[in-house]
């Protein structure tokens, strides 16, 4: 019989059927962070358990967690007690954590992909709907609730309705400056924020396999933003070459990850196709990530742009998008924290200042992503741009922590969501790629980062 990718993992993975399209599914992989955990460790203690499989669980600090002076008690108390409280869970049920200052601590669907952890063929869960990230390595990943985090960690299992399965298929090549956010926001702006509800997206075609591993990742990470239940992509060379360069693997582990590939005659409950030369930058103009737009369009072109989202964003339907000037500029997040963002940024802005009205925070996603950044020199180029260039952390994606955009103020983020005061109470979020987030950072408005790569 053939099969997608996602049933065969699904099937293989159920420990038993227990009504119809209603499954116990044992989850391979459990990543945990301080702000869903807190309940479902006191539940654990409430009823005398302990966790199953302590070992299938890996827990770090990142919503939380300031990005300046990170060694320093955290102010905020809330977030203080969350940091606090993980650690105290982790050490009394032997669950391994990396907190602040440890040198594998980072935004958890960063670490554990660059850690080795994620690997094909896995279920992974996390108590973040980001978790969809995972699926760029052909896996099914996806965010849970505080209550299914404890029944995780109980019993490593959790009763599922099998998701519907749909295919998006993009083909042909990508135009010059055109990166995955841009696909991915495309691909949004196209199905909206209820486009693939229910369902489980496999990315398909040739733009796909051109991708790096962490332009995957990109792709996936957004998949919940379109009502998905998770994204993935199918293991190929590229997939199996990542996990080696970060764990060891046996031939016989790679033949089978490759037999999980989706089988040719396989067939979706819905099939999107695209063409990947429609696709140019894209940014967003309203308070949903579905209202993208590219450049030289007015604010007002986005296809699912409300009257009540222009009004909070200050915008007149009539304008220019690229005539928006902007306040902050915030690079990072598990969307776009990657070394290759910060890579692709400061190729950018080397030689270049950043525009006096614009405050630019750069956020590496990880320890081992910052370190690799001052390795590679990168945090000179940042700074002498005039970019502060931060420690891991989630940041300004959510402003958990210290890292808040001020009311009012309009800021160009990597990001994935730019709800009304995700950034901040009354904070303007535009969505864009690290190449627009730089570009914009250096005219001090919304600026296509094409006008820039054409000089180099």
């Known amino acids: 019989m053939v099969k997608t990718l996602f049933d065969k993992i699904w099937d293989s993975h159920v420990v038993k059927s227990v009504a119809e399209g209603l499954d116990v599914l044992f989850i391979d992989q459990h ?83 660059e850690l080795g952890i994620t690997q094909p063929g896995m279920t992974i869960v996390c108590g973040d709907s980001h978790t969809s990230t995972h699926g760029a390595f052909g896996t099914i990943a996806f965010g849970i609730g505080t209550s299914q985090v404890e029944q995780v960690l109980a019993a490593q299992a959790l009763i599922l309705s099998h ?33 693939a509800t229910g369902h489980f997206v496999e990315y398909a075609g040739d733009v796909f396999r051109n991708m790096s591993m962490e332009e995957r990742m990109t792709v996936c990470n957004m998949s919940i933003e379109m009502g998905a239940r998770g994204g993935l992509i199918g293991i190929d060379d590229r997939t199996i070459d990542y996990v080696a360069s970060k764990t060891e693997i046996s031939e016989e582990k790679i033949a089978y990850w490759k037999s999980l590939n989706t089988d040719q005659d396989a067939e979706f409950d819905q099939v999107i196709s695209l063409k990947g030369e429609d696709i140019q930058p894209m940014v967003t103009t309203g308070t949903a990530p ?41 690079i990072g997040s598990c969307t776009n924290g990657r070394i290759e963002d910060l890579r692709s940024v400061a190729d950018l802005v080397k030689g270049k200042k950043k525009a006096n009205n614009v405050n630019v925070w750069v956020v590496p996603g990880s320890m081992k992503v910052r370190s690799q950044a001052i390795e590679e020199n990168l945090d000179k180029i940042f700074t002498e741009a005039g970019f502060e260039f931060r420690e891991p952390g989630c940041s300004a994606c959510l402003a958990m922590n210290d890292d808040k955009i001020p009311a009012g103020s309009l800021c160009v983020s990597t990001s994935n969501r730019n709800f009304e005061g995700r950034q901040g109470d009354g904070a303007r979020t535009v969505l864009a790629s690290p190449l627009t987030a730089a570009a914009s950072a250096i005219t001090g408005k919304i600026t296509d980062p094409r006008v820039f790569l054409n000089e180099n």
């Open 290 to 330: 579905d209202t993208g737009v590219t450049f030289g369009k007015n604010v007002g072109d986005a296809s699912h742009l409300s009257q009540k989202a222009l009004e909070y964003m200050q915008f007149k339907p009539g304008e220019k998008i690229d005539d928006q000037k902007i306040d902050y500029v915030f």
């Open 163 to 195: 998701p519907k399965t749909m295919k998006i298929e993009v083909s042909g090549t990508l135009g010059f400056g055109v990166s995955s956010k841009d696909v991915i926001l495309y691909i949004i702006s196209k199905l909206g924020t209820q486009g």
């Open 31 to 113: 990543y945990i962070h301080e702000v869903t955990s807190p309940q479902a460790f006191d539940g654990l203690r409430n009823r005398g358990i302990q966790v199953l499989f302590p070992e299938r669980c890996t827990a770090t600090t990142d919503h939380n967690v300031p990005t300046v002076n990170q060694l320093k008690p955290i102010k905020d108390p809330l977030s203080a007690t969350q940091v606090a409280s993980l650690q105290k869970n982790c050490e009394e049920f032997g669950i391994e954590l990396y907190g602040i200052g440890h040198e594998k601590q980072g935004i958890v669907h960063i670490i554990g992909p």
